[in-house]
């Protein structure tokens, strides 16, 4: 088996992980200096800022597990060059507190050292994201407008 396809089926494999809450299992696919970075509004959501080594990951995967009840991830393309594995995922978290699905495009960018996971970029719709985590439109509240009508 060529490198690549074993750097995409070590992806896909984290990715199972993840989505069985199999926290351990997605770890050990990690090294143990991880670096981690989603573009996303932190000051929305603070949960998502940078992560380095295994530790602080796990605590976001785990926030993440805290506050939805289930994730579910489609990947309709995948692609790998070498150490380097791109992601086009569809991913759709259920909402613990109201049971409502949040579906989120996003690329996601693997780089490999050793068989491990080193290096996680993400890069996000925040957009939508924020919309769909607020449950609001946010379009009037960037524009200046009042939400209320007044």
Request: negative net charge; glycine residues 6%; contains cysteine.
């Amino acid at each position: 088996m060529t490198v690549e396809k074993l750097n995409r089926q070590r992806v896909l494999h984290l990715l199972d992980a993840i989505s069985r809450s199999d926290l351990a299992a997605a770890l050990s696919c990690c090294t143990e200096d991880v670096d981690f970075l989603t573009h996303a509004p932190i000051d929305v959501l603070p949960h998502m800022g940078p992560c380095h080594g295994k530790q602080e990951l796990g605590e976001f995967w785990r926030t993440v597990q805290e506050r939805y009840a289930e994730i579910r991830y489609e990947v309709p393309q995948i692609v790998a060059e070498g150490d380097t594995v791109a992601a086009y995922l569809r991913v759709f978290f259920r909402n613990r507190s109201n049971d409502r699905i949040i579906q989120v495009d996003m690329a996601v960018f693997y780089t490999f050292r050793h068989g491990q996971v080193a290096q996680i970029r993400e890069i996000i719709d925040s957009y939508d994201l924020v919309q769909q985590v607020l449950e609001r439109e946010i379009g009037p509240l960037i524009v200046g407008e009042r939400v209320d009508g007044r």
